[in-house]
């Protein structure tokens, strides 16, 4: 094994010197970075260890929650975010550390790798068949005993359409258990590193041949990089320290399709980029403002194509949550919203994803002093407007009062609406009141009044507009019965509007 605490071993750092990104160029931002996580909405209490994957668990087409602690949790998502808790999934006995979710079997249905943890410390992994309801077979189909795992990782690392297992003991050893089909585990394949104590694993690709590489990292920094040759066979592991770390993310910053390193130094203040050439060359890190960080993750939080870090700082009374955003080749900015007094405390990440099917990817954290729950905090960035209730169309006598009414899942401070009549916007005034509003008043209707009447709605993810709803006065349109419309000619849109109000039926 080779340790260099100088910036850069060969064939994963390329040599360069150490800059600081103090002034990143910005580009259009389609949101208002104060409106991308305005609250907690949904807090799950109870959940378990810091440890939970998102996945559609009953196959429903939404994303779900397994998280792990004294049991199995899972939270099945009803699509808007509204979760419900199954009775515990999988009391196994002892403390289920770590868990990955996967098709372990081939037969289309995720299944549960558990890292279990017994009262003596000893470590081993428990697979458990899903059912493909959300619950999962209480009795393993197969334990993997050897090599004390900690954390894990399931993945196809030799490439042969069987799903493995990847995972790293706490003494630092990579393990490899191949799957041979059939959750058939012949042999582990057991490498010693430096990164000792272990603190975070990662399976990436990072030299672009689709075979993915191990990296193993520890709190002062080290990380140890396991090249991948192909069935099985690793290069001998090469470390570099980076320094002592608060945490870590793998993902691709900089649009190339390869994953960069973003570096949070423990304690010191400041963002450390190292981005990867593509052939598994890391540079020298460019850092910018911000922190110092507890806890990390990446992901497109306000949908403009690149990733952004999301980073906590989680040492104070109340966390505070920072968001740094891309600007699309790799480059970051500082930018607060503030604390959050709903979830006191350090909040370890989880990662993003679309929890409340609005097209946004919602922020996971786990927050271990509120009965170690987890958190979702909702984003409203890049999704369009949820109609949730549309207008009716009404028939009304002239001289009555008429009115519609539309409604969103979620009114933010920068939420418009616009109700147009056949098309043209609306204003108050001369019958019409609401026109901006959700509900559209109009007294004493006329004639003139009759027409197709929508919302547009719009927020800062975008705008969405309603469904038309058709307005007919009876007795007030023109002096020719069959001109229902009230335009002075017949033609087809006569007989469509008398089919619609037809369809609408009375008051």
Not at 434 to 455: H, K, M, Q, W
Request: charged share 20%; net charge negative; proline share 6%.
């Amino acid at each position: 094994m080779t340790t260099r605490t100088t910036a850069l071993p060969v064939a994963l750092f390329a040599a360069a010197g150490f800059s600081l990104g103090l002034a990143a160029t910005a580009h259009a931002q389609s949101c208002e970075i104060d409106s991308i996580f305005p609250d907690h909405a949904i807090t799950l209490p109870d959940s378990g260890s810091r440890d939970a994957k998102v996945a559609d668990i009953d196959g429903d087409g939404d994303l779900d929650i397994i998280a792990s602690g004294p049991a199995i949790v899972v939270h099945l998502n009803d699509g808007h975010g509204n979760f419900t808790r199954l009775p515990d999934a999988l009391v196994t006995g002892d403390f289920a550390e770590r868990l990955d979710i996967a098709d372990m079997d081939g037969d289309g249905l995720l299944d549960v790798a558990v890292v279990r943890r017994t009262a003596s410390f000893i470590r081993f992994i428990d697979i458990h068949l899903g059912n493909g309801d959300g619950t999962f077979v209480p009795t393993p189909a197969r334990s993997l005993t050897d090599g004390e795992p900690f954390r894990m990782e399931l993945v196809d690392i030799d490439l042969d359409g069987d799903i493995d297992v990847v995972a790293g003991s706490v003494s630092g050893e990579a393990l490899v258990y191949r799957n041979a089909g059939g959750l058939n585990f012949p042999s582990l394949l057991s490498i010693r590193t430096d990164a000792i104590p272990l603190s975070q694993l990662f399976v990436r690709d990072l030299d672009g041949d689709e075979l993915p590489e191990i990296v193993l990292a520890n709190p002062q920094g080290l990380l140890a990089f396991l090249e991948n040759r192909g069935s099985g066979v690793f290069d001998p592991p090469v470390s570099v320290v980076l320094g002592r770390m608060a945490d870590m993310v793998l993902e691709d910053f900089n649009g190339d399709g390869h994953p960069d390193i973003a570096f949070a130094p423990n304690v010191t203040v400041g963002l450390d980029i190292h981005l990867n050439d593509g052939a598994g060359n890391f540079a020298a890190p460019i850092r910018y403002p911000g922190g110092p960080f507890t806890s990390l993750t990446a992901f497109d939080v306000d949908g403009d194509g690149d990733n952004d870090i999301v980073g906590s700082i989680g040492n104070v009374p109340l966390p505070l949550t920072i968001v740094c955003r891309n600007d699309g080749a790799g480059g970051f900015a500082e930018q607060s919203m503030g604390r959050d007094d709903t979830a006191p405390g350090q909040q370890d990440f989880i990662g993003g994803a679309d929890l409340t099917g609005d097209g946004s990817p919602d922020l996971l954290a786990h927050v271990p002093t509120v009965s170690n729950a987890l958190a979702i905090t909702r984003n409203f960035c890049s999704a369009a407007p949820v109609i949730t209730q549309q207008p009716v169309s009404t028939l009304v006598d002239a001289g009555g009062d008429a009115g519609f009414s539309v409604r969103v899942s979620v009114v933010l401070p920068s939420t418009t609406f616009q109700w147009r009549r056949d098309g043209a916007p609306l204003t108050d005034g001369s019958g019409i009141a609401g026109a901006t509003t959700p509900d559209l008043s109009i007294n004493s209707v006329r004639g003139s009044d009759e027409g197709f009447y929508d919302c547009v709605v719009t927020s800062i993810g975008g705008e969405r507009t309603s469904n038309a709803a058709l307005l007919a006065v009876s007795g007030g349109g023109s002096d020719c019965p069959a001109d229902f419309d009230g335009d002075g000619s017949l033609t087809l849109f006569d007989f469509l509007a008398f089919q619609n109000a037809f369809g609408a039926g009375c008051p």
